[in-house]
T-cell receptor, first 109, second 111 residues
Framework: GQNIDQPTEMTATEGAIVQINCTYQ??????LFWYQQHAGEAPTFLSY??LDGLEEKGRFSSFLSRSKGYSYLLLKELQMKDSASYLC??????????WGAGTKLIIKP | DTAVSQTPKYLVTQMGNDKSIKCEQN?????MYWYKQDSKKFLKIMFS???????INETVPNRFSPKSPDKAHLNLHINSLELGDSAVYFC??????????FGEGSRLTVL
């Protein structure tokens, strides 16, 4: 079957750095997304990786290793507004989007 | 202007009723989706439409029926509502297999 694993919950301190990991086992791979979802709101797009390596976008970076079936989202200079769920999603060989359950990130002052 | 808009945002109804949720996107995208997000926060694909053709239909009860009058609209109609249908329903759109843009969600509560 197809599976995406992320930690259920993480806690970090304001101003610090946090890394959220995502491992996947899917039938094929055509890209990986990270989305942010604040409580009671819709998911919003953060990043897209299809080739190995690091994609940097401001305070957020996303890394992909296709051979390891692994990605991480790195958040720097954490702010209170970064408290949210972070969803990893993989496009499989049929171009279907497979979603992880999300990681709830709690930022403490 | 809101890119993906869905109405209503909140819906409270009795078991057995029929209800509809509407979705419109003004992004010119060729694919639209309906997702269900339950209390465990899993996002589960229900349907997607590409140029008015259904291309995904997961194991969703036939009480749920998508209706797409044109490529900018994908409505969701639900017959004979059950308690387990209570969830947040998200409409989304995308172009060329790239990132999805989500609507604000419609929170359905079945009593």
């Amino acid at each position: 079957g197809q599976n995406i694993d992320q930690p259920t919950e993480m806690t970090a301190t304001e101003g610090a750095i946090v890394q959220i990991n995502c491992t996947y086992q899917t039938s094929g791979f055509n890209g990986l997304f990270w989305y942010q979802q604040h409580a009671g709101e819709a998911p919003t797009f953060l990043s897209y990786n299809v080739l190995d390596g690091l994609e940097e976008k401001g305070r957020f970076s996303s890394f992909l290793s296709r051979s390891k079936g692994y990605s991480y989202l790195l958040l720097k200079e954490l702010q209170m507004k970064d408290s949210a769920s972070y969803l990893c999603a993989v496009i499989d060989s049929n171009y279907q989007l497979i979603w992880g359950a999300g990681t709830k990130l709690i930022i403490k002052p | 202007d809101t890119a993906v808009s869905q109405t209503p945002k909140y819906l409270v109804t009795q078991m057995g009723n029929d209800k509809s949720i509407k979705c419109e996107q003004n992004l010119g995208h060729d694919t639209m989706y309906w997702y269900k997000q339950d209390s465990k926060k899993f996002l589960k694909i229900m349907f997607s439409y590409n140029n008015k053709e259904l291309i995904i239909n997961e194991t969703v009860p036939n009480r749920f029926s998508p209706k797409s009058p044109d490529k900018a609209h994908l409505n969701l109609h639900i017959n004979s509502l059950e308690l387990g249908d209570s969830a947040v329903y998200f409409c989304a759109s995308s172009q060329g297999g790239r990132e999805l843009f989500f609507g604000e969600g419609s929170r359905l509560t079945v009593l």
